[in-house]
């Protein structure tokens, strides 16, 4: 459980004059759960969607598990930019899963899930069918394999784009307020699924607004506000002996009370 | 009108109809193929390779029919290629088609959401990769309508082909006109002509868009309403 996983650098980043990430740290260990909190605009999609390069960071480095993301350090200790190539062999170590669900609307579910492997790690079909197969049964989805997006409730898409990134085998997974465009019944679907899988080793950095899960699933909760951190620790520590008064003030808001949980 | 005149000449339309199809679809054809090259490298290429395919779509989109295959009749000859008539068709045409064709490609390639691509991106694939597994396969869908629409355009540019003498169907009328100057049953007949091939391609492009690019209909809100 000591190894560190994922490293984040004083990571910055601005769109155009507006800097909405400031002096960024963090490190993950290897199958710790992590909840990102902060209210709306505070930079929390930025901060995941930078971890796999979908947003490039202004300034600052970001490592995962030995290599550098974005680019490494040449032999004369200058800094080289990764190649697409280089940067699509990085991502497929990181699941993503988006508020969205994003998932590829002209595929069925089992072929969502199947692309990748197929496609970036060239298994061959049957052995991908295979474990598509295993990962939708994972999510409780083995009825719904053949259908379209569109034929599925939110709840099924999103849990078919977790076993989507889960069926890579990433050494990470980021979730995005994986819940928030989901009603309350659909969402616990949704939340019972990443509760099994922090059961397993699994490595999740999460962001959501759903206090009570992130309460029982994370080992360390992130306040940020305004793109700066403002303090970490265990969740059940933020909730009840926060160091800041923002974090406690937010939390509030987030309809927290004491003995809810 | 004349009616016997009318179905004594339909044989020599028929025929002349065929060469309009001929040569419209040829064009067509390569125009995809130009179409959905240049189209990708409108939306993914580099700047440069961006501002040489605005520059062919002004071209190919700001000049008539007729121009372009007056050019091509006269100009590649002086290039010293010499073709036959039909394929001097086929060549002003498909340039005329392209410069549309990029234009729908671009279009229907954008309009896919960036969510679909992100996602892509993040189960590891290469952006050419996302294009072609993911972006293209959906546009396909988009396109159907306006290449159809394209279709029937370019099968009415090509009656301006009778400006060389390409005895398409416009050109195979006119000369019965000129020899019988029966031109109302001549531009009846004609008429119809073009009309039950563009009716026809309409309708088959519509069975293509339902029944074989159809995704379980997801791709097209459109389709809520076409069923
Ligand atoms: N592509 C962009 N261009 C310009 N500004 C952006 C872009 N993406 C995000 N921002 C800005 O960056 C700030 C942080 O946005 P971000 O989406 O990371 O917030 P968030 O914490 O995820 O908020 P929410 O809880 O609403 O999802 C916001 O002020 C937003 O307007
Ligand atoms: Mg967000």
Same mark, same amino acid.
């Given at each position: 459980?000591?190894?560190?996983?994922?490293?984040?650098?004083?990571?910055?980043?601005?769109?155009?004059?507006?800097?909405?990430?400031?002096?960024?740290?963090?490190?993950?260990?290897?199958?710790?759960?992590? =909840?990102?909190?902060?209210?709306?605009?505070?930079?929390?999609?930025?901060?995941?969607?930078?971890?796999?390069?979908?947003?490039?960071?202004?300034?600052?480095? =970001?490592?995962?598990?030995?290599?550098?993301?974005?680019?490494?350090?040449?032999?004369?200790?200058?800094?080289?930019?990764?190649?697409?190539?280089?940067?699509?062999?990085?991502?497929?170590?990181?699941?993503?899963?988006?508020?969205?669900?994003?998932?590829?609307?002209?595929?069925?579910?089992?072929?969502?899930?199947?692309?990748?492997?197929?496609?970036?790690?060239?298994?061959?079909?049957?052995?991908?069918?295979?474990?598509?197969?295993?990962?939708?049964?994972?999510?409780?989805?083995?009825?719904?394999?053949?259908?379209?997006?569109?034929?599925?409730?939110?709840?099924?898409?999103?849990?078919?784009?977790?076993?989507?990134?889960?069926?890579?085998?990433?050494?990470?997974?980021?979730?995005?307020?994986?819940?928030?465009?989901?009603?309350?019944?659909?969402?616990?679907?949704?939340?019972?699924?990443?509760?099994?899988?922090?059961?397993?080793?699994?490595?999740?950095?999460?962001?959501?607004?759903?206090?009570?899960?992130?309460?029982?699933?994370?080992?360390?909760?992130?306040?940020?506000?305004?793109?700066?951190?403002?303090?970490?620790?265990?969740?059940?520590?933020?909730?009840?002996?926060?160091?800041?008064?923002?974090?406690?003030?937010?939390?509030?808001?987030?309809?927290?009370?004491?003995?809810?949980? | 009108?004349?009616?016997?005149?009318?179905?004594?000449?339909?044989?020599?339309?028929?025929?002349?109809?065929?060469?309009? *199809?001929?040569?419209?679809?040829?064009?067509?054809?390569?125009?995809?193929?130009?179409?959905?090259?240049?189209?990708?490298?409108?939306? #993914?290429?580099?700047?440069?390779?961006?501002?040489?395919?605005?520059?062919?779509?002004?071209?190919?989109?700001?000049?008539?029919?007729?121009?372009?295959? #007056?050019?091509?009749?006269?100009?590649?000859?002086?290039?010293?290629?010499?073709?036959?008539?039909?394929?001097?068709?086929?060549?002003?045409?498909?340039?005329?088609?392209?410069?549309?064709?990029?234009?729908?490609?671009?279009?229907? *390639?954008?309009?896919?959401?960036?969510?679909?691509?992100?996602?892509?991106?993040?189960?590891?694939?290469?952006?050419?990769?996302?294009?072609? #597994?993911?972006?293209?396969?959906?546009?396909?869908?988009?396109?159907?309508?306006?290449?159809?629409?394209?279709?029937?355009?370019?099968?009415?540019?090509?009656?301006?082909?009778?400006?060389?003498?390409?005895?398409?169907?416009?050109?195979?009328?006119?000369?019965?006109?000129?020899?019988?100057?029966?031109?109302?049953?001549?531009?009846?007949?004609?008429?119809?002509?073009?009309?039950?091939?563009?009716?026809?391609?309409?309708?088959?492009?519509?069975?293509?868009?339902?029944?074989?690019?159809?995704?379980?209909?997801?791709?097209?809100?459109?389709?809520?309403?076409?069923?």
């Amino acid at each position: 459980m000591e190894k560190i996983l994922l490293k984040m650098e004083h990571i910055h980043k601005s769109f155009g004059q507006a800097e909405v990430v400031k002096d960024f740290n963090v490190e993950v260990k290897q199958g710790e759960k992590v =909840i990102l909190a902060g209210a709306s605009g505070s930079g929390k999609t930025t901060i995941l969607r930078m971890i796999n390069y979908l947003e490039t960071p202004t300034k600052g480095k =970001i490592w995962l598990d030995g290599d550098y993301i974005g680019g490494h350090y040449n032999e004369k200790s200058e800094w080289v930019s990764d190649s697409m190539q280089d940067l699509a062999e990085k991502r497929k170590q990181i699941g993503m899963v988006f508020q969205s669900f994003n998932l590829f609307a002209h595929l069925s579910a089992l072929h969502n899930v199947t692309l990748g492997l197929t496609r970036v790690l060239k298994l061959p079909k049957k052995e991908a069918i295979a474990r598509a197969e295993h990962y939708l049964n994972k999510v409780h989805l083995s009825e719904h394999i053949k259908k379209y997006p569109h034929q599925m409730s939110g709840g099924q898409q999103q849990r078919v784009a977790i076993a989507r990134a889960l069926a890579m085998q990433p050494k990470l997974m980021l979730f995005d307020e994986p819940t928030s465009a989901l009603d309350p019944k659909l969402t616990n679907e949704v939340l019972e699924v990443m509760q099994e899988l922090a059961e397993e080793k699994l490595t999740m950095v999460v962001v959501t607004h759903e206090m009570g899960f992130a309460r029982h699933f994370a080992d360390r909760m992130i306040y940020l506000e305004d793109g700066v951190f403002i303090e970490e620790g265990p969740p059940e520590k933020l909730f009840t002996h926060p160091e800041s008064e923002k974090t406690s003030h937010f939390l509030s808001f987030c309809g927290y009370k004491e003995g809810d949980i | 009108m004349d009616i016997s005149f009318m179905i004594e000449i339909v044989p020599r339309l028929l025929r002349a109809t065929w060469v309009t *199809l001929q040569v419209s679809a040829i064009s067509l054809m390569i125009g995809l193929v130009f179409g959905i090259v240049l189209g990708v490298l409108r939306v #993914y290429g580099n700047r440069f390779i961006v501002w040489c395919t605005k520059g062919f779509v002004i071209v190919a989109r700001g000049t008539p029919a007729a121009i372009q295959i #007056y050019a091509a009749f006269f100009l590649l000859p002086r290039l010293g290629i010499r073709l036959p008539l039909f394929a001097v068709g086929v060549v002003a045409l498909t340039f005329n088609t392209s410069g549309y064709q990029v234009e729908i490609v671009r279009a229907a *390639l954008e309009s896919i959401d960036k969510g679909q691509i992100e996602a892509g991106l993040a189960i590891g694939l290469t952006r050419w990769k996302t294009m072609l #597994y993911i972006t293209l396969p959906q546009a396909v869908k988009r396109m159907m309508g306006p290449m159809t629409n394209e279709f029937a355009n370019l099968i009415k540019a090509s009656s301006a082909l009778m400006l060389i003498s390409l005895y398409e169907l416009t050109k195979s009328g006119h000369a019965i006109i000129a020899a019988t100057f029966k031109y109302a049953e001549v531009l009846v007949l004609v008429a119809l002509f073009y009309f039950v091939l563009v009716q026809s391609l309409c309708k088959l492009s519509a069975y293509l868009e339902n029944n074989v690019f159809n995704f379980g209909k997801t791709a097209d809100p459109r389709n809520e309403f076409l069923n």
